[in-house]
């Protein structure tokens, strides 16, 4: 709660309504700002007629948006709200505040120059290795939310799809029991396989290494190959694509052999 900022807790007191995931959760965050204000649940199964009603109350009412912890709008469905009330012509203000994946980023000591945030992962293997395989070449820090029963599978599934990169597993972030643990996908997955972990999971992974260069054996191989297909310069152009070696260096020595 000592997250909440001055300016955050001054809106919850002043807002005609605060429309939020879960009324037992909020209102101890309401209570610890001083607020009396009423609340409307909304939440993912929330009927749009909910919705409706608050962009209806925004025309001389302030709304305000709480999620149960966190940034409202990341992984959770505010967005549909804020989306209406623009629509609507309203004015949207945001109060920047606690996030999670941004949080876990700066604490897992990776890269965070360029960074792409996954929220969950699909709960089945299969979907999850699909999802992962779609970004594993991704040449940016990944950051996915997970639950503690799913963390071990999960883990093992991104170092099968994206190769045992180093990562780390933030838990309750700002909160008593704060954990970070960090280390390759395999080591943390055997770690935590026997002793699934409770509270609110961030997973943090390293982007891919740095390809290595083809030898030049390897190159003559490839181009001996593509020889075969195409003609020069497109098996040049095909190979360089591919293994990252200069084209026109690539070209010259595909002309070497060709006349072999």
Do not use: W
Request: charged share 25%; aromatic share 4%.
């Amino acid at each position: 709660m000592s997250d909440l900022s001055p300016r955050a807790a001054d809106i919850l007191c002043r807002a005609d309504v605060v429309a939020v995931e879960d009324s037992r959760v909020s209102a101890k965050l309401l209570r610890h700002a001083g607020s009396d204000r009423p609340m409307i649940v909304y939440h993912d199964h929330s009927d749009e007629s909910v919705r409706a009603r608050l962009i209806a109350r925004m025309g001389d009412e302030a709304v305000a948006l709480l999620s149960d912890a966190g940034t409202p709008l990341i992984s959770d469905p505010g967005y549909k709200l804020v989306r209406d009330a623009r629509a609507a012509g309203h004015a949207i203000t945001t109060i920047p505040g606690p996030c999670a994946a941004i949080a876990a980023l700066t604490l897992s000591a990776l890269p965070t120059d360029r960074f792409l945030f996954m929220g969950f992962l699909p709960a089945k293997s299969k979907a999850r290795g699909d999802t992962l395989a779609e970004v594993a070449a991704v040449r940016a820090t990944l950051i996915f939310y997970e639950s503690g029963p799913r963390l071990a599978a999960s883990l093992s599934d991104m170092a099968l799809a994206l190769g045992d990169r180093d990562a780390a597993v933030c838990r309750e972030i700002s909160k008593n029991y704060e954990e970070v643990r960090t280390g390759p996908l395999t080591d943390l997955a055997a770690a935590y396989r026997d002793t699934p972990p409770k509270g609110e999971i961030v997973v943090v992974v390293g982007p891919p290494g740095e390809k290595e260069k083809a030898s030049g054996e390897d190159a003559d191989a490839l181009l001996r190959e593509a020889l075969a297909r195409l003609p020069v310069g497109k098996a040049a152009s095909e190979v360089a694509k591919a293994t990252g070696l200069d084209r026109r260096a690539l070209y010259a020595r595909a002309l070497e052999l060709k006349g072999q």
